[in-house]
């Protein structure tokens, strides 16, 4: 979570120039479409648009910082109990003097946001080249991941537990889509490891701009969108 100047953000995407784009947290609430583009390295704001509701005041904003590292304690630590990571947080704000200005969340009408079963998760897969040739391909399963999001920070923590568990594990060449939080996840771990672009993401994500764009309505449209799919057969130094 973000906090600035009385709002809260939560990330909703790296762009592909490195910059994040951080959305109101709002959105649902009070239909808030304000938005915040930083680039995080240094902090600079790229670009800010306005809220339709008024900023919250310093005290609820502590509240809600407590309340946000609540869940990223809980995601870090599944053993220790919500109730105590709930309680280390109200203390928290207790030291700070927070109860004096603001009641404090009552844990029984805010469990949900720590216990919450529907949680969409993201299932996330690693294949292993194990012996392929260029009459069969030979590559199986080695990891299934269910991830909360697909955010960058969320990729670096499940590669850095992967590096921990497999000491052994350098990777010298990787294949993927072109998930952009991902491959960048992948380049602070693996600075030196080379990433190619999975040809079959690379169809699909054609395809579908092609029909967002319209331009297989025709035949002459789809046989440029075939001949656009084998430009990755090319070599580097073609033409």
């Known amino acids: 979570m973000l906090c600035r100047a009385g709002y809260n953000y939560v990330l909703k995407r790296t762009n592909k120039d490195g910059s994040d784009l951080w959305r109101c947290t709002n959105k649902d609430s009070s239909k808030c479409n304000a938005t915040l583009k930083v680039k995080p390295n240094p902090f ?44 280390d947080a109200v203390q928290n704000l207790i030291n700070k003097g927070i109860d004096l200005l603001n009641p404090l969340p009552q844990f029984d009408n805010i469990k949900k946001n720590f216990t919450n079963s529907e949680m969409n998760r993201k299932v996330y897969t690693i294949h292993a080249d194990i012996g392929s040739n260029q009459e069969y391909a030979n590559v199986v ?14 990729y670096e923590i499940l590669f ?19 998930e952009v939080t991902a491959i960048l996840a992948i380049k602070d771990l693996f600075p030196e490891v080379k990433i190619l672009g999975c040809y079959f993401h690379f169809n699909r994500c054609l395809w579908r701009k092609a029909k967002q764009l319209g331009v297989v309505k025709s035949k002459l449209g789809v046989i440029h969108v075939k001949l656009c799919t084998q430009l990755a057969h090319l070599p580097q130094t073609f033409g």
């Open 44 to 87: 600079i704001i790229l670009h800010e648009t306005s809220h339709n509701h008024p900023p919250r005041g310093e005290a609820d904003m502590e509240i809600d910082r407590e309340m946000y590292l609540c869940t990223e304690t809980l995601q870090k630590n599944i053993n220790k109990p919500v109730t105590q990571i709930y309680g």
């Open 160 to 178: 850095q537990m992967i590096k921990s568990q497999v000491k052994e594990w350098q990777p010298t060449e990787i294949s993927m889509d072109f």
């Open 141 to 154: 399963p080695v990891l299934y991941a269910l991830l909360p999001d697909k955010t960058r920070a969320t």
